[in-house]
C-alpha cells in the first residue's frame, strides 16, 4: 500500500444500499429498444474536422455549429490550450485544430480565447511541428502546403493479398482511413472557404520561413523519407505508374465499405476521409453515398441546448455488454425483463458477415460483434469475447439461439489467434511494426499486434465457458462440436496464449494495457483471466502481480494511472484515484485471492470504502479523467459508462467473497 498515511472518508451508505443505488441508476439508462449507450468522449479534434468537413461540402448552415463554438472555448483550459486527456496541460496539434475550427466559425484572431492559445501553440513549436494528419486537414484549407505532407502512390492499392506487404497489414482503422486519403491526397485539393483565410499566425518560425519537409530522424528509418522525395518527384514528372487504376480500386474500396446506415469503419476518421474522398471526386451534395455518409456523421453528434460536438465513436454494443454483466453479477435475476430485452438486442447484434478480417483468416466463419450500432465489416474479439460471457450469464426466451451465437462466435474467435500465441484487437498477424516508421504514421498506430489485454478476455472467456460444455456439446447446428472443440479450444491453444502472457509480463508483476489506461487495466484483465483458465498453474505470477496492484493503493484508498504512463513507465499505476481504475484494481485482487486462497482484505475493504465513500446519492460516480485508450501516447477516451458499470462488478463480487466467507 502507499506510504501515505490519509484516510479515506467513513462511506456514507452500506455496500448493499451502493449496490441497489448503481442498480437502480443503469436500470433508468436502458433505452426503449434495450440497448445501453453512453457518450465516448476524446478531444476536440473531432469536433473541430467535423465543422471542417460540413465547411467543405457547404453543409454548415444546415447544422447548430454556432452551438460548436460555444463547446470548444467550453473546452479550452486555463493554460490556453486544449488537450488531449484530462490534465495534460495543452496538446499542440489538438489546440492548433481547435482554433482552426474556431477561425472556420468565423472568431478572429484577436479574440482574447485565440490570442491565448496562440501563445500556447507558438511556444510549442507551432503547424510546423504538428502531427501530420493535422497537416493535412490544414492543407486542405489552403494553410499548410502539400509539399509537406507525406505521398501515398495509389499502386498500393493494387499490391495483391497474398504479397508480403498489402493495405491488409495495416490495421482495421488505419486501412479504413488510409484508403480514402489516397484519393485526397493525390488530387491535393485546397479549399478557399474564405478568400483571405489562413492561420499564419500559428507559424512560430514566420510564414516565409516555414521549410515544407517531411522530418528526419537521423536513422534508418529515413529512407522512408528518401522514398517519399521520389514519390513527389514522380508525381511533379506525371510518372507514377497504375496511378489511375490504384485510384479507380480505392473508390470501389470506398464505396462497398460504406454500410447501409452510412457508415465507415465505426469511426469517425474513416468516415471524415471517405467524405473527403468522395468530394475530391466530384461525387454531388445529393448522391446517396454522400447523403448517407453525412447522415451518420450526424448520428456521432451531441446536441444538447448549449453544445454540440462529435463524438469519434459510438459504444452501444460495449457498453451493453458490460451493463448486463455488471447487473447480473449485482445480483438482478438473469430473467429479469430489462436484461433479457437487452439480451435480445445483443443477440441481433452478432455480426454474420464476412468482414476484412477474413482477407487473412481464410478457415475462420463470422460470428462475432462490434463495438458500434452498425460495423459488419470489423467485428472486435474484445466486445465478441466479452459479449460471450454477458450472454452466459443471462437466460433468455430462446436459449438455444443464444448458445448457438455463443457457440459460433467461440468458433470464429479460435481461428483469430495470432501466432505470436495472443489475440488482436480486429485481425490475425497484423503486426509489421516497420509501418509504424513511415513519415505518414506518427501516431504509432499502423497496425494491431496481439496484446495481452485482449487474449486475457479471450482466455477468461474460455473460463467462463467451462461449466457450460454440456450445452455446447449438444448444438448441432454449428462447428462447435467436441472434435472441434478440442482442436479450437485445447490445450495446445491455451498453452499458446498463456505463454504469451508470461512472456508480457513486466519485471514490477504488472501487464501492459493497449486498450485501457494503462497497466493497473491490463493487470487486472490477466488477473482475471488465470484465476479462471490456469490458477495453479501461474500461483507465481498471480501473486506477483497482485503484490504490484498491492503497492500502488493511494492514500485514499483508491488507485488511479496517468495516461503519462504511456510516455514514462516509471509512472505504472500512478495517478489520482478513479473510480473505474479503482474497480479494475479490485476486480484483479479478488480474481488473484480466488486463484490463490490469500486476499488482501485490508487492501480490499480500503478500495471499497474508497467507491462507497466516492458514490453520488443518485448511484453514479463522477469521473473526470480519461481512463480508455485509443492510440496509446497519442488519442484517449473518457467512456462515460466506465465509472458506472466496473465499480458495480467490483462491489458485487466483493460482496459475494463476503457473502462466501460468511461475513454477510
Not at 67 to 76: D, F, N
Not at 186 to 195: A, E, G, H, M
Not at 209 to 217: A, D, F, G, K, M
Not at 595 to 604: E, K, V
Request: aromatic share 12%; charged share 20%; hydrophobic share 40%.
Amino acid at each position: 500500500m502507499s506510504s501515505q498515511t490519509a484516510i479515506n472518508s467513513k462511506p456514507s451508505v452500506t455496500l448493499e444500499e451502493a449496490i441497489r443505488n448503481s442498480q437502480t441508476y443503469l436500470l433508468s439508462q436502458q433505452y426503449p429498444q434495450g440497448y445501453w449507450w453512453a457518450e465516448l468522449e476524446s478531444n476536440v479534434t473531432i469536433t473541430a474536422e467535423m465543422v471542417m468537413l460540413h465547411k467543405i461540402w457547404g453543409t454548415d448552415k444546415t447544422r447548430p455549429l454556432h452551438k460548436t463554438e460555444a463547446y470548444l472555448r467550453s473546452q479550452q483550459r486555463d493554460h490556453g490550450g486544449w488537450e488531449l486527456y484530462y490534465g495534460d496541460g495543452g496538446d499542440l496539434s489538438t489546440s492548433i485544430e481547435a482554433y482552426m475550427a474556431l477561425r472556420l466559425l468565423g472568431v478572429p484572431a484577436s479574440d482574447p480565447a485565440l490570442q491565448k492559445a496562440k501563445t500556447l501553440i507558438l511556444q510549442k513549436g507551432g503547424i510546423s511541428k504538428s502531427r501530420i494528419f493535422t497537416k493535412i486537414h490544414l492543407a486542405l484549407l489552403g494553410c499548410y502546403d502539400w509539399r509537406g505532407v507525406p505521398s501515398i502512390p495509389p499502386w498500393v492499392m493494387l499490391l495483391p493479398n497474398e504479397f508480403w506487404f498489402n493495405i491488409y497489414e495495416l490495421s482495421s482503422w488505419a486501412r479504413s482511413s488510409t484508403v480514402p486519403l489516397i484519393i485526397v491526397c493525390d488530387r491535393r485539393p485546397v479549399y478557399r472557404i474564405t478568400p483571405d483565410f489562413n492561420l499564419n499566425e500559428l507559424y512560430s518560425e514566420g510564414i516565409h520561413n516555414v521549410r515544407y519537409e517531411l522530418p528526419q530522424n537521423q536513422d534508418w528509418t529515413d529512407i522512408f523519407v528518401w522514398f517519399d522525395q521520389g514519390f513527389k518527384l514522380a508525381e511533379e514528372l506525371d510518372w507514377v505508374p497504375f496511378r489511375q487504376e490504384g485510384l479507380q480500386a480505392a473508390e470501389r474500396w470506398v464505396l462497398e465499405r460504406q454500410e447501409p446506415s452510412g457508415d465507415w469503419g465505426g469511426i469517425i476518421p474513416a468516415m471524415l476521409n471517405s467524405m473527403l474522398a468522395l468530394h475530391c471526386l466530384g461525387y454531388s451534395l445529393r448522391d446517396p453515398f454522400v447523403q448517407q455518409g453525412l447522415a451518420a456523421v450526424d448520428r456521432f453528434c451531441i446536441e444538447t441546448e448549449d453544445i454540440y460536438s462529435t463524438q469519434a465513436c459510438v459504444s452501444p454494443v460495449w457498453d451493453t455488454i458490460w451493463v448486463l454483466r455488471a447487473l447480473v453479477e449485482s445480483g438482478l435475476a438473469p430473467n429479469h425483463p430489462a436484461l433479457v430485452k437487452g439480451g435480445e438486442w445483443l443477440l441481433d447484434k452478432q455480426v454474420l458477415a464476412y468482414g476484412d478480417w477474413a482477407i487473412k483468416n481464410r478457415v475462420g466463419k463470422p460470428g462475432g460483434w462490434s463495438f458500434e450500432f452498425d460495423n459488419q465489416f470489423y467485428p472486435d474479439l474484445d466486445d465478441a469475447a466479452a459479449a460471450v460471457m454477458s450472454l452466459i450469464g443471462l437466460e433468455l426466451p430462446d436459449e438455444e439461439k443464444k448458445w448457438g451465437a455463443i457457440a459460433r462466435c467461440v468458433d470464429w474467435i479460435m481461428t483469430m489467434q495470432c501466432q505470436a500465441g495472443g489475440w488482436a484487437a480486429f485481425d490475425i498477424d497484423n503486426d509489421q511494426d516497420w509501418l509504424n516508421s513511415l513519415p505518414y504514421a506518427d501516431l504509432k498506430a499502423m497496425i494491431d499486434p496481439n496484446t495481452a489485454d485482449v487474449t486475457a478476455r479471450v482466455l477468461e472467456m474460455l473460463g467462463e465457458l467451462k461449466p457450460h460444455s454440456e450445452q455446447l456439446s449438444t448444438l448441432t447446428s454449428t462447428s462447435f462440436t467436441e472434435r472441434s472443440r478440442s482442436e479450437r479450444c485445447g490445450s495446445e491453444r491455451i498453452r499458446k496464449a498463456l505463454t504469451y502472457l508470461q512472456q508480457e509480463q513486466e519485471p514490477e508483476g504488472c501487464w501492459f494495457g493497449r486498450w485501457g489506461v494503462n497497466y493497473i487495466y491490463g493487470t487486472s484483465g490477466v488477473l482475471s483471466a488465470l484465476a479462471l483458465i490456469a490458477p495453479d498453474n501461474h500461483k507465481t505470477h498471480i501473486t506477483k502481480a497482485a503484490n504490484w496492484l498491492i503497492s500502488c493503493q493511494n492514500a485514499d484508498g483508491g488507485w488511479g494511472e496517468t495516461c503519462r504512463s504511456y510516455h514514462d513507465p516509471s509512472l505504472k499505476g500512478i495517478g489520482t484515484s478513479t473510480p473505474s481504475q479503482t474497480a479494475w484494481a479490485l476486480i484483479g485482487l479478488l480474481a488473484a485471492g480466488e486463484a490463490t486462497g490469500t486476499f488482501p482484505w485490508d487492501t480490499l475493504e480500503w478500495g471499497i470504502n474508497y467507491l462507497l465513500s466516492s458514490q453520488l446519492p443518485n448511484g453514479q460516480w463522477e469521473e473526470a479523467e480519461f481512463t480508455g485508450t485509443g492510440f496509446p501516447c497519442h488519442f484517449y477516451i473518457k467512456y462515460h459508462f466506465y465509472a458506472q458499470y466496473f465499480p458495480l462488478i467490483a462491489l458485487s463480487r466483493y460482496r459475494a467473497l463476503r457473502a462466501g466467507n460468511g461475513q454477510g
